[in-house]
């Protein structure tokens, strides 16, 4: 724990943590990372669809097919071992839950964990929610439309696929201005 009061110390402090203990550390729900001050945000956005108490506008929503693929770009996770997924997925969903999610991925051809681990992220953190919400609008009657953005432009890594926030120069229609000249 760094509880240094010198910025400067706190930061240095913070550097010399492994990616993996900062992702252990992490108490963030997975659906939406929002401040709930009771007052611009009186519940958790799960709560608010659920509920049905949410503005009932059109919405669009969606992922990319490789949204968390930035993981196998972490040191500490490249060379992770079979072992240690196992043990950070059955840490992050239970043994009960964490046994399904491994059946589920494990039978998938994978050359390395961080491969699947990045899948389970993608999957976990943001398509699985993302549909959740889509659903939970329409079950109160709200307008939402859902997209998959599968798309790999030029100026990204092919290796990763189509990662988190590639979709985003396209759905704000400015993907001129990523292009190269």
């Known amino acids: 724990s760094c509880t240094q009061s010198n910025a400067a110390q706190q930061l240095a402090c913070l550097r010399a943590v492994s990616a993996w203990d900062l992702f252990n550390a992490s108490t963030i729900e ?14 958790q956005p799960r709560a608010m669809l659920e509920a049905g108490t949410f503005n009932n506008v059109p919405v669009i929503m969606g992922c990319t097919r490789n949204e968390a693929a930035f993981l196998k770009q972490i040191p500490d996770l490249v060379n992770m071992l ?3 997924l196992d043990l950070m997925v059955l840490d992050m969903y239970g043994i ?5 999610v491994l059946k589920w991925y494990r039978p998938r051809k994978y050359a390395k964990p961080v491969e699947i681990l ?10 699985c929610p993302t549909k959740q919400a889509v ?3 329409s079950r109160h009657n709200g307008t939402a439309y859902h997209y998959s953005f599968a798309d790999v432009p030029g100026w990204m890594d092919p290796s990763l696929g189509a990662v988190h926030t590639v979709d985003l120069p396209f759905v704000f229609h400015n993907y001129l201005e990523f292009a190269a000249p």
């Open 118 to 127: 990045a899948d389970i992220a993608t999957d976990g953190t943001f398509v």
């Open 96 to 100: 009960e839950g964490g046994s399904e």
């Open 135 to 137: 659903q939970l609008i």
């Open 82 to 84: 079979w072992e240690e």
């Open 30 to 43: 997975p659906f939406m990372m929002p401040t709930v001050d009771g007052i611009d945000m009186p519940l």
